[in-house]
């Protein structure tokens, strides 16, 4: 098991083939898929597809979401982390700043916790340059987040004739005292 990074509440670790009940608890959930295009898995056989990309992400790209595992329980949060995109901008390819849980999750700062562990994995271990992340322009809590975290609102773009706001972080505007864990204590 590839553990990235551990809170009090929660761990970051690479997906396993376990995780595909997790997926699927998450992924066929409409409320889940609102802004994510409105379409939700219906098997479990999709969400081990799910998995098996992520884990190939790992091996070409070097990273790929993380896996979000509740410390006291055990129970799959949801996802979180960068991702090599190569697909939503047909332009450019860029790191992608992600997240993904469970409604009942929700509201308890989990998205920003781990969005500040993932740009400190981005920036500081990764080295990377720039981090850029996607909203729907209506999906105001993803918008909330990734703004608070530090990025900054660049374009709007439309994918699928759906308007999209386009954020960037850039590295020498980082710094890696903005991670806290658990914001809301
Ligand atoms: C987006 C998502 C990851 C946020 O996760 P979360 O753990 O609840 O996020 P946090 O608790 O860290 O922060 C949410 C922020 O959004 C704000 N927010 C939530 N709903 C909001 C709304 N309707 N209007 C304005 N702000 C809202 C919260 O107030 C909070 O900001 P604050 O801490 O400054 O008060 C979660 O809603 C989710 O999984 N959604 C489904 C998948 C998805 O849309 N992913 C993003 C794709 S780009």
Redesign the pocket.
Known sequence: MKIHYETDRFILRDFEAQDSKGIFALDSDP??????GNNPLTHISQAEDVIAMIQAQYEKNGIGRWAVIEKDTGEFM?WSGLKYEENLRSEFTYYDL??????K?????????T?LLSLKHGFDVMGLDTIC????VE????????K?VGLQFKELFYYEGIPVNWFELKRVNWSSENVVTN??K
Request: net charge positive; no cysteine; hydrophobic share 45%.
């Open positions: 409320l889940v898929h609102k802004y994510l949801g992600g997240f993904r849980f469970k409604p999750f929700w509201g308890k700062g989990l998205a920003t916790e969005a992340a996607a909203a729907d999906n105001l809590a993803s918008n909330a987040v990734i608070k914001p809301r």
